[in-house]
């Protein structure tokens, strides 16, 4: 039985060393450690022999079962360890796709516009979005009796009319003007809000980019100059524009800038409205009752200031046609932007 011992020894050797997985461990453990397994009949067969063989036997039994439990042991936590490692790190699991958030399509639009007009010298400056009456109407020029400050198109805060939602970043301008000594050249990124119904073409609350330059020296000449460059810049070189007359209470004179249609190229689509020109800005000379509410001398000064919206402008860039598809959220559409 010495022998015989000694070459179950050998024997489980050679198994424990072939042995890769769990399995196999298990298949292993059935065969020899079990009661009816190799062990369990050699301790039968010990109980039986004559008392003389029973020290030595006993000896080399107990020697080779320590054997096989450390070694069964050991191997038994080498491969738990390698199992919860591939689960951990399975190189041939296909991978999971992940999307990588990114900016809203607004914001690339302001983002691109402030950077262009960063290059330019401007600052960036912020204002409220609750305003009262003297920043965002009665300081800009506009007279009492101004549709713009009627129920309809503007969220007033308290019953006096006194506080409101703006309805335009253009408030910044006299905030900017009371706080800073010119030169001034700050551009003005920010939400307005207007009691609008809400349609494919209107929100009640969108965003503005206004730009102010206040200095002994500047001209109409030199505004037309800033926004041609923004322009050739934002839409691509040799974009086409035109400069029209308008009105806004807080310049004079007024303008409004168009640039070609660039989904038809001019020839007059339904997004141009089949006569070719896009119009993307407002602007004009300050106008010097706006200058003097901003403490600034018009005798002395002069200024001149522009202001877009930008929803258009990302739409535009997306090719929608509804307004508020930029609202909802929807990842078909987010995903389009980068
Ligand atoms: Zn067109």
Known sequence: MQEELQQLRTQFERELAQIASLQELEQFRQRHLVRRGTLGQLRERFRQLPAEQKPIVGRLLHELEQFVQQRYQALQRSLQERAEEQLRFDLWLPGRRSFLGGRHPIQQVLDEIVAIFTRLGFQVAEGPDIEDDEHNFTALNFPPEHPARD???TFFLTPDRQWLLRTHTSPVQIRLMRALRPPIRAIVPGRVYRNEEITPRSLAEFHQVEGLVVDRSVSFTELKGVLVAFAQAFYGPGTEYRFRPSFF???????????RCFLCQGTGCRVCKGNGWLEICGCGMVHPAVLRNGGIDPEEFLGYAFGMGIERIALLRL?????????????????QCR
């Not at 090719?319 to 995903?335: A, E, H, K, S, T």
């Open 151 to 153: 129920m309809q198109d």
């Open 319 to 335: 090719g929608l046609d509804d307004i508020r598809l930029l609202y909802q959220n929807d990842l078909r559409i987010l995903r």
């Open 249 to 259: 209470p807080f310049t004079e004179p007024s303008a409004e800038m168009d640039i």
